[in-house]
């Protein structure tokens, strides 16, 4: 299974858990030898008595499913070894009603070894991203189109079938055949949006504005002054992620109204700015770098941009909104 290759091979410890007992579901190989004990001995523990730090565990209370992936930086230690920096990276999902976590320790290292984890990660996203798209384009070119020939042909069975008592099952299993297609195509958006390939950046942007900002009643404005072609893949997938961060941290802490984002080429770099007239925040807490107790995903972004040679910049006073500035080198092109 891709995602078990997956899990067992991450170079980071990690462990998925139960939000309500802490019961420890799954662990690899890393995450063991951290935690100093076997991979079945760590099955049996749960992650509220491994040696974590008070602040991981007060953000494990707070998270909910609409929680962007969280970063802090702390100190963690396996049994009989010295303390080291590390960062715990926890992210939250609700399955049958239960929070599930998928929480990941890495200690910090040399630059050199640091930059190599970080090109590995982005490569790894990279991977991740085109299988969510190969999966994406396989349910609409298969499933999506299966069930739209199902129900040209339910439409011609209708017509030659006069019985009242037969059409009104017909009409039953065309209102499930129409379902089927909404929930499928959403499902393809989803998972990898098509408009990110087929009309660009700008396009994408747009269209995340509609589905998260807009049906969560904040409204937003876009100018778009890049060149859809401006962008390589790789670039254009950690802007779009990016920006999709940005917009869930609007949703879930700004209580904003309207969102403008601006973007634009200037000069060899591409930007991308997105400001609030949310709440705010105190920029002081995030400390510089965007490295310590951050609860707005704004450590990842900063991961990211700093492989690409780009920048992260972020203007805020509480009540007074936030500012986002994104910049990265054009020097990926397709």
């Known amino acids: 299974m891709l995602y078990k290759k997956f899990f067992d091979h991450l170079p980071d410890a990690a462990l998925i858990f139960r939000g309500s007992d802490g019961s420890i579901v799954d662990a690899n190989e890393a995450a ?177 504005g509609e589905q998260l900002l807009e049906k969560n009643g904040v409204g937003f404005n876009l100018v778009n002054r890049l060149n859809p072609k401006s962008l390589g893949e790789e670039l254009r997938i950690i802007l779009f992620t990016t920006v999709r961060e940005l917009f869930f941290n609007i949703v879930k802490h700004a209580g904003a109204k309207k969102v403008n984002i601006l973007v634009q080429k200037l000069g060899d770099k591409v930007q991308v700015e997105v400001a609030d007239d949310g709440a705010g925040f105190d920029t002081t807490l995030i400390g510089p770098g965007c490295r310590k107790n951050e609860g707005f995903g704004l450590f990842s972004i900063h991961e990211r941009l700093e492989h690409l040679g780009g920048r992260l910049e972020i203007l805020s006073e509480p009540g007074h909104g936030t500012r986002v500035t994104i910049e990265a080198p054009l020097t990926n092109r397709d």
Request: hydrophobic share 45%; net charge negative; aromatic share 6%.
């Open 32 to 208: 063991a030898a951290a935690f100093g004990c076997k991979r079945g001995e760590l099955l049996e523990k749960d992650f509220y008595s491994l040696h974590i730090s008070e602040d991981v565990l007060s953000i494990v209370s707070g998270m909910d499913e609409l929680s962007p992936p969280r970063v802090i930086e702390t100190a963690h230690r396996s049994p009989g070894a010295a303390e080291m920096p590390a960062i715990v990276k926890l992210s939250c999902a609700v399955v049958n009603d239960e929070k599930i976590f998928f929480c990941t320790v890495r200690q910090r290292i040399g630059n050199i070894q640091l930059q190599k984890e970080r090109s590995l990660a982005a490569k790894l996203a990279l991977v991740e991203e085109r299988e969510r798209r190969r999966i994406a384009e396989g349910i609409h070119d298969h499933i999506g189109q299966s069930l739209a020939i199902a129900r040209l042909k339910l439409g011609a069975l209708k017509k030659a079938v006069p019985m009242e008592s037969a059409l009104s099952t017909l009409d039953d299993i065309n209102a499930l055949i129409e379902e089927a297609i909404k929930n499928t195509r959403s499902l393809t958006f989803e998972l990898s949006p098509p408009i990110l390939y087929d009309l660009g950046f700008g396009a994408a942007v747009e269209w995340l």
